[in-house]
């Protein structure tokens, strides 16, 4: 089970960090990636990690502000999110896959947690 949490209201310029905790699976095992889906759009990519850690991918737009990383020991992955705007308010989502990289393709994410809100106000 993958849970998303750490999301909430903040004013733009602010940061958030979410947290993705898996249970009942090792995230080490899969490739991790969080979406994000603003009302009335498309679930959009935001940044992935593969397996080992060590490569990243990022969504063109958000490469600069965002960045994704893994606690093995904590079984957790995480998102910190800088400098945030409004158009960066959406319901954010973590997936795992089992690829063996890292793909934007939502479809290509086999398991979904819930996602937790953000909001950012001007």
């Known amino acids: 089970q993958l849970q998303a949490s750490g999301g909430g209201l903040v004013q733009a310029g602010a940061s958030l960090r979410l947290s993705c905790a898996a249970s009942?699976?090792?995230?080490?095992?899969?490739?991790m990636a969080w979406f994000r889906q603003a009302p009335g759009m498309e679930r959009e990519f935001v940044a992935g990690l593969n397996r080992s850690g060590d490569r990243t991918r990022y969504a063109d737009s958000l490469k600069d502000r965002f960045t994704i990383s893994r606690d093995v020991a904590k079984n957790t992955v995480y998102l910190q999110m800088n400098g945030l705007k409004p158009e960066d308010t959406a319901v954010y989502y973590c997936?795992?896959?089992?690829?063996?990289?890292?793909?934007?393709?939502?479809?290509?994410?086999?398991?979904w947690g819930r996602g937790t809100q953000v909001t950012v106000s001007s």
């Open positions: 997936a795992a896959s089992l690829l063996d990289f890292v793909v934007t393709a939502a479809q290509s994410y086999f398991y």
């Open positions: 009942g699976r090792t995230s080490s095992n899969y490739v």
